[in-house]
């Protein structure tokens, strides 16, 4: 059962503390991207990576953002420091890349900071 | 700067008739377009895509019709089902360069009635 796995699936921590949200892509796939959906934005893409390495993490606040995959079956998003404005749905989503651009989503880990 | 927009938040459909669901964009480097369907609490999933080469896909139910002068591009669902009630978000990409970042649009809120 192929899916994209995502821990945890809620979050609830106090401004300041560190988030970290865990994302294990669809084994095969070399492609993995971070997705942030608020009602405002709708979903903005974060940062995505393909062979484990970052190709673009334009849409991050890098002040307070990090995104790593420290191996092929791992990908992890962090914030440090948390902010209420950070209070959001974060979506991982995995994929094979090239001109096959269908991208699989996680169920999303729902942040709340309060 | 919304390069992907559905400018409708919300469409109501009674069930047995056709839901067409709008999506604009302005970057004319597009060419690889996706509809996503997206029930609450879980991720987004992938439905129907097309090829800028194209100006139209079907896959049972589901249409995608591409007007590349218009830049415009919707997609049909006959018959409508209540089943077929959630977020469609549709989304764009660029292949060229090696970029592969995948644009949402905000998404349109599907309800089918019975």
């Known amino acids: 059962d192929a899916r994209v796995t995502q821990t945890p699936r809620h979050k609830v921590t106090e401004m300041g503390q560190e988030v970290t949200m865990r994302c294990q892509p669809i084994?095969?796939?070399?492609?993995v991207f971070w997705y942030r959906q608020t009602m405002m934005q709708g979903l903005e893409l974060l940062a995505y990576?393909?062979?484990?390495?970052?190709?673009?993490d334009s849409g991050m606040p890098k002040d307070r953002f990090s995104a790593e995959m420290p191996d092929a079956t791992l990908a992890t998003l962090k914030i440090q420091p948390s902010e209420p404005r950070d209070s959001a749905v974060y979506f991982c989503?995995?994929?094979?890349?090239?001109?096959?651009?269908?991208?699989?989503f996680g169920q999303g880990t729902r942040l709340t900071v309060v | 700067d919304q390069q992907v927009k559905q400018n409708s938040p919300s469409l109501s459909v009674q069930e047995g008739r056709i839901s067409i669901l709008n999506c604009d964009y302005t970057?004319?480097?597009?060419?690889?377009f996706l509809w996503y369907k997206k029930y609450p609490a879980e991720g987004p999933t992938f439905l129907i895509s097309?090829?800028?080469?194209?100006d139209k896909n079907e896959d049972g139910r589901f249409t995608v019709f591409l007007n590349k002068s218009a830049k415009h591009l919707s997609l049909h669902i006959v018959p409508s089902q209540p089943g077929d009630s959630a977020v469609y978000f549709c989304?764009?990409?660029?292949?060229?360069?090696?970029?592969?970042?995948?644009?949402f649009g905000k998404g349109t809120k599907l309800t089918v009635n019975p």
């Open positions: 084994l095969g796939h070399n492609t």
């Open positions: 989503a995995s994929g094979l890349g090239g001109r096959s651009t269908e991208a699989f």
């Open positions: 970057n004319s480097m597009f060419d690889y």
């Open positions: 097309i090829s800028s080469i194209k």
């Open positions: 989304a764009a990409i660029s292949n060229r360069g090696g970029s592969e970042k995948l644009v």
């Open positions: 990576f393909r062979n484990r390495a970052p190709l673009d």
